[in-house]
């Protein structure tokens, strides 16, 4: 029998890597039909049901594969990032933990761990975890962005703007980091440098419809109207969910472009 569950195994994970998923799970179930305790096709077929977009199923077979053994970091890890894709993020920030304890060098997780946290609101745990994934790989660009985002939240405007030289540095040309560069000279009332940095960013990624929002308000609060509203009808063409935050009047009026939110990442 373990020959034969074996056959179908490694059938189901070449399937897999050819990306093959149609054949990949019907291989792995005809294993576990085989041998319901094989932990290793409820890992590869969870893999498979990820790439499929089916979270469901991919967190029924790592939790399948955790209960035969939770001794291995992966189940939890995987898991965890499905359920912060989710935005399950209880579930995620408990899944990142459990799998830390037995992974504690894993950058990757402590970096997921503290995005989890980020998106739950509990931005001094997010920053924490920052912390430890750039203790152990320094050139974590996306721990960098975030950790940036709340040193700039907190005000700490000098700290975050090191923090996006140095992912400017490790990744030259980040539209990210540029937008978020330019947000927080928003902050400061520098708009001029704000524009700037927004510029940037759209040369980097001309699709970026935050940086032509926010470009907009940068505009907006130097008086230069008509720039404006060419910069918020450009994000509309790209992303029409922003039409929440104007008013459908043109020219756009001083108050209605300060009541606008000044965004970074995404719109609320």
Not at 76 to 93: C, E
Not at 196 to 214: G, K, M, R, V
Request: hydrophobic letters at 35%; a negative charge; one cysteine or more.
């Amino acid at each position: 029998m373990a020959d034969y569950v074996q056959d179908w195994y490694e059938k189901g994970r070449v399937h897999y890597e050819n990306e093959r998923y149609d054949e990949a799970i019907d291989a792995l179930t005809k294993a576990l039909e085989i041998d319901p305790c094989d932990y290793n096709s409820y890992l590869i077929r969870g893999k498979v049901w990820l790439k499929k977009g089916d979270y469901e199923k991919a967190i029924a077979d790592y939790t399948d594969a955790l209960k035969l053994d939770s001794s291995r970091a992966q189940p939890y890890l995987i898991r965890g990032s499905i359920f912060r894709l989710q935005r399950n993020f209880p579930n995620a920030i408990a899944d990142f933990k459990k799998g830390l304890v037995l992974d504690p060098l894993n950058s990757d997780a402590y970096r997921q761990l503290g995005e989890a946290y980020y998106f739950a609101g509990d931005h001094n745990s997010a920053d924490d975890n920052f912390n430890k994934a750039l203790a152990i790989n320094d050139k974590d660009v996306e721990a960098r962005l975030y950790r940036g985002i709340i040193r700039a939240e907190k005000g700490h405007y000098k700290k975050a703007n090191d923090d996006y030289d140095k992912v400017l540095e490790l990744k030259p040309r980040h539209d990210k980091a540029y937008l978020i560069k330019g947000a927080i000279h928003f902050r400061k009332g520098e708009y001029d440098r704000s524009i700037s940095s927004y510029n940037d960013a759209i040369d980097s990624n001309p699709h970026d419809e935050l940086a032509y929002f926010n470009r907009g308000k940068a505009f907006a609060a130097k008086g230069e109207y008509d720039h404006a509203i060419d910069d918020y009808t450009k994000s509309l063409d790209i992303e029409p969910r922003y039409k929440a935050y104007l008013s459908g009047e043109s020219p756009i009026k001083r108050k209605e472009i300060q009541k606008m939110p000044s965004m970074i990442l995404m719109p609320p």
